[in-house]
């Protein structure tokens, strides 16, 4: 049993910042990748970034240059950083990790989402 609970979301003014974070717990065995994906009203959940293990960051073209993700490997925990918010940033984030309990097996696990608004 795993589970993945995100935190940090809430009603941001735009221009202002937020850091988003999610850890795992559970009968976690090995942890590889952790990513962070969103989903506005009416549109398809799309990445945002994720992080291997070694924590070799990757971004979605839309968010290059004001995300930043990082994670802390012994709390199993992923963290967002968005900077410069916009009202197009507005979506529910959720939190996916790759995650082993039964070795070598590795499944995706998501959290329940955390919401963001960006509105003034």
């Known amino acids: 049993q795993v589970q993945l609970v995100e935190s940090g979301g809430g009603l941001v003014q735009p221009g202002g910042s937020l850091r988003l974070s999610c850890t795992a717990s559970?009968?976690?065995?090995?942890?590889?990748?952790m990513g962070w994906y969103r989903q506005a009203p009416g549109k398809e959940r799309e990445l945002v970034a994720d992080?291997?293990?070694?924590?070799?960051?990757n971004y979605a073209d839309a968010a290059k240059g004001r995300f930043t993700i990082s994670r802390d490997n012994p709390r199993n925990t992923v963290y967002l950083q968005i900077n410069s918010l916009k009202p197009e940033d507005t979506a529910v984030y959720y939190c996916?990790?790759?995650?082993?309990?039964?070795?070598?097996?590795?499944?995706?696990?998501w959290g329940q989402g955390t919401q963001v608004t960006v509105s003034s």
């Open positions: 996916k990790a790759f995650i082993s309990t039964a070795w070598p097996t590795f499944e995706d696990y």
């Open positions: 559970g009968s976690i065995i090995r942890i590889s990748a």
């Open positions: 992080v291997g293990s070694s924590g070799t960051p």
